[in-house]
């Protein structure tokens, strides 16, 4: 295998990685609005707690067992918490009270993770057994760790869709995604449902910043700049759409990541090298933002609108 | 003078008076920074009261009004790179350092960069329409950061500015004085807005969708028109804060900004006249003094906004109304402010009070 | 008949999933006519006039007024060649006034809405209309500055009406003008529908019969989304299709 053919499957495969990640992500934020109609920013929060839970947990005790249940037991408490003590008194309220109160969580706690953890970004290692790479096609090798982040994503997404599919919250989950004030009328409790979707969305957003912890930096901001991202996803994919949440987001993880990964080299031969990364940089930032323009041209609901 | 306390031009005219005397009462009070302080107040409120016109005024939840504020500033400090420079901007359009020439531009270019935003934008509602007019802002905010001839992440600094007709702008009086009268300026405008036709056909899109294209009307040409014009008083907004602050970088376009010019106008109180200016105020001087007290400012601000949210409804236009108009009928009872016209006369106030919601019959 | 219909419904169909909201439906409204659809709940009357008006897309069917296939046209775009309807729950623009709802009706009639600097509210060209749609639906003068959100459910009634005469319809679609009124508000509004008679045709959906039986010149019977009847009251009456399918229910109530 060439080279270059090596190289594009590496990306594509660190694009699927994205993908799933910004899955996680998309399809607690879709449910939590297709179910409760409320657009939740301190989602990106959440997954900034699990990240930073299991970054301390790992260097405190060394265990990625540990760190993972502590990640996920952050999320979802913080997430309760935050659903229990303010997103609940939103569900009635417009979309711009909703922005607003949420975009109030997200300064507390980013301030707060700068007053418990400083500015400067935690390091994680990759746990001990997942380091080193395999051999995925002749010439090609891919992290372990990469790849199981591939494995998770793709497993929740299965468990989502039997979960929705199969399973008596799932069919209330689908009811109240197109009939809201059906559900409410038919005596379902609708609060419990609720609370176990939004918890549900917390822990996936947790999940999906602890396994980003030892590829990225952990550092305070980590959940805004995912989330906007994680808003094209679900703009795409059609809002409430959990199968659209998973289609646009390995889209967009795909498309973003070819996009860092060749425009700085096609810039650099008519610029000189420096510039050249810089503008690729930004250029290839705007490219998921191109695609949901286009997307939106052709289809302003998304790809697979939820409410027909 | 109860009606002239309800009024809401009334309470704008006082207010822009007395805001005229701060340079003069500042240095009696030896708090140099307070001129500086009342400027980035009044800019803001042009800015606040900008994007009121899509909030408040056509129910269009627009969280990308930084991107317009931003095009705005980098209009004066590209034009003025290019000044220093000596080179044309794409070798067609020479730099200055004029406010004449820098001002009007930066409204032309951040009414254009609404009109092709507000465009696509605008084929989509609800919660995706904050979606994409969030998402189109950070890719602005990610263009010019990657833009290394205009300063890339740093931004740029504007030195010398042209004196404008003959006033010297580095003088902090001068160019709070300049920013009060364009404030004032942009408020009387969107004042006769609302209350023109175009202004009942944005408020009535706010109220009901379905009645405006039940009664023949076409949303989204008003709703673009709206849209055009708020970018261009963000525009407007951004190019003074440049010249306040000498210096323009991506921040201005960053989202947490789109979130601060929200704040402000549901702080002072949404679709009032007066509400966002004041939403400015309070959050440009909490933001001062939260800053003085703790460098973790924002620990404290955050949530001081859910509370407002939660429950401070009406924001402190709604409180100023509240308490002017106490005895009266309650004016709270009209969301969204806008005393609709007709209702304010005194005159009208003769007819007997009639009772409020007798219609407590079933909707259907 | 020699005269040309002004609404012309034809083989419409609409599915909602497995549910046929509008099965093969035709019906016609000719000149001056009053053409009353009833149905028991649910039988599709509302959806027919979603369908009319360009709010609900139909699946199949062709719908044509005066002359002109208006299948694909935009709701707002069938509102300016004169069609109009009423709600059957309101639709109007709660922080304004009676008279502002209207006088917006008017304002979208004439076209002129990209206008920025003059105030509205005293624009005699939009008030004078405006007052003369609500003395024609009856609302009481003391009313009219009043804000929709303190209208009594009546008034609410009447304003709707009010809203959709300023479009200047040449074909009037009524949702259920008369639910939720009492007995005299029931009659006040027939007779001003009365009154309205004659001047522009109308589709009525109503689900009181008195008002129904006598005002239209002709009945058509939707039963789940089916027209199984259509003829002047009278007939109607005797018809043995009708009494089986629709009136043995509703007589109950």
């Avoid at chain 2, 008076?17 to 803001?44: E, G, H, K, N, Q």
């Amino acid at each position: 295998m060439t080279p270059g053919v090596a190289l594009l499957l590496e990306q594509l495969l660190n694009g699927v990685q994205l993908g799933v990640t910004l899955f996680l992500l998309a399809a607690g934020l879709t449910l939590v609005f297709g179910i409760m109609g409320v657009i939740n920013l301190a989602h990106g929060s959440l997954y900034m707690v699990g990240a930073y839970a299991a970054a301390v947990t790992a260097t405190a005790t060394g265990s990625p067992w540990l760190a993972l249940l502590a990640g996920l037991a952050a999320a979802a408490l913080v997430g309760m918490v935050v659903e229990f003590a303010v997103l609940r008194r939103l569900y009635a309220r417009d979309h711009l009270d909703q922005v607003l109160a949420t975009f109030g969580l997200i300064l507390f706690f980013n301030e707060g993770t700068v007053l418990l953890f400083g500015r400067q970004p935690l390091f994680v290692n990759v746990p001990e057994g997942l380091r080193g790479a395999v051999r995925v096609l002749p010439g090609v090798d891919y992290p372990v760790y990469r790849l199981l982040i591939i494995a998770v994503g793709l497993g929740v997404a299965l468990g989502l869709y039997l979960l929705i599919q199969k399973t008596r919250i799932g069919m209330l989950v689908r009811a109240g995604a197109t009939h809201r004030e059906m559900v409410r009328a038919l005596g379902v409790d609708i609060r419990l449902l609720y609370t176990l979707v939004f918890g549900l969305g917390a822990l996936l957003a947790g999940l999906a910043g602890l396994m980003a912890g030892p590829i990225l930096s952990v550092q305070v901001g980590m959940g805004e700049s995912i989330l906007i991202l994680t808003f094209v996803v679900v703009v795409i994919g059609g809002i409430g759409s959990v199968r659209g949440a998973l289609f646009g987001a390995v889209l967009v993880g795909i498309v973003d990541t070819l996009l860092r990964a060749y425009v700085p080299g096609l810039l650099r031969q008519v610029m000189a090298g420096s510039e050249a990364d810089a503008l690729g940089a930004g250029l290839a930032s705007m490219g998921v933002y191109l695609l949901m323009a286009l997307v939106l041209l052709a289809k302003p609901r998304g790809l697979f609108p939820a409410h027909a | 003078m109860r009606s002239v306390m309800k009024d809401e031009r009334a309470w704008a005219v006082l207010l822009l008076a007395l805001a005229a005397f701060v340079p003069v009462v500042a240095p009696m009070l030896d708090s140099p920074a307070t001129v500086a302080l009342a400027t980035r107040i009044a800019i803001y409120a042009i800015a606040a009261s900008s994007l009121n016109l899509l909030l408040g005024g056509g129910g269009l939840v627009s969280f990308g009004h930084a991107a317009y504020y931003g095009l705005g500033g980098y209009v004066v400090g590209i034009l003025y790179a290019h000044y220093v420079s000596g080179e044309a901007f794409l070798g067609v359009i020479p730099g200055s350092n004029d406010l004449l020439v820098t001002l009007p531009l930066a409204i032309l270019v951040g009414g254009l960069g609404a009109l092709v935003i507000g465009a696509l934008s605008l084929r989509t509602s609800g919660v995706q329409f904050i979606m994409i007019t969030l998402a189109f802002a950070q890719m602005l905010f990610f263009l010019f950061v990657s833009l290394k001839a205009y300063g890339g992440d740093d931004g740029l600094a504007i030195r010398r500015v042209a004196p404008v007709f003959g006033l010297n702008l580095r003088d902090p009086a001068t160019l709070y004085w300049i920013s009060l009268g364009l404030l004032a300026a942009w408020l009387f405008l969107m004042d006769r807005v609302s209350r023109s036709r175009f202004g009942r056909v944005l408020a009535g899109i706010r109220q009901g969708e379905r009645r405006m294209a039940a009664i023949g009307v076409r949303t989204y040409p008003y709703k673009l028109v709206a849209f055009v014009i708020a970018g261009m008083g963000a525009a407007m907004a951004g190019a003074l804060m440049v010249n306040q602050a000498r210096f323009v970088s991506p921040d201005m376009m960053h989202w947490t900004k789109s979130g601060e010019l929200m704040v402000m106008v549901i702080l002072g109180g949404l679709g009032t006249l007066v509400g966002p200016a004041l939403g400015a105020a309070a959050l440009v001087t909490l933001e001062y003094t939260l800053s003085g007290l703790t460098e973790h400012w924002q620990f404290i601000l955050g949530p001081i906004l859910v509370l407002v949210v939660l429950f401070a409804r009406g924001g402190l236009m709604g409180a100023v109304r509240r308490i002017a108009g106490m005895r009266g009928r309650a004016p709270d009872a009209l969301p969204a402010g806008e005393l609709p016209a007709g209702r304010v006369q005194p005159g009208d106030r003769a007819a007997p009070d009639l009772p409020l919601r007798e219609g407590a019959a079933p909707h259907g | 008949m020699a005269e040309a219909p002004v609404l012309s419904v034809a083989r419409l169909v609409k599915r909602f999933g497995g549910l046929v909201a509008t099965d093969d439906l035709s019906l016609e409204v000719m000149p001056g006519e009053l053409h009353a659809l009833i149905g028991p709940n649910g039988a599709g009357k509302t959806t027919a006039i979603g369908q009319i008006m360009g709010e609900i897309t139909p699946d199949a069917g062709a719908i044509r007024f005066l002359g002109e296939d208006i299948t694909a046209l935009s709701t707002p775009a069938r509102v300016r060649r004169g069609l109009s309807r009423t709600f059957q729950i309101t639709q109007l623009l709660e922080d304004d006034t009676a008279e502002g709802n209207v006088a917006l009706a008017v304002q979208a009639r004439a076209g002129h809405g990209f206008r920025f600097w003059r105030n509205a509210a005293r624009d005699a060209r939009l008030r004078e209309p405006a007052r003369a749609a609500l003395a024609q639906v009856g609302l009481a003068e003391a009313r009219w500055e009043v804000p929709v959100a303190d209208l009594s459910h009546g008034e609410r009634k009447q304003l709707e009406l009010a809203v959709a005469l300023a479009t200047g319809p040449r074909l009037l679609l009524l949702d259920e003008p008369m639910a939720g009124l009492g007995a005299s508000e029931s009659l006040r509004m027939t007779e001003v529908l009365r009154a309205l008679k004659g001047r522009i045709p109308m589709l009525l959906v109503e689900h009181d019969m008195d008002a129904v039986f006598s005002l239209a010149d002709r009945i058509s019977v939707l039963v789940y989304g089916h027209c199984v009847a259509s003829g002047s009251p009278h007939q109607i009456r005797q018809d043995p299709q009708v009494r089986a399918a629709y009136l043995s229910e509703e007589e109950g109530v």
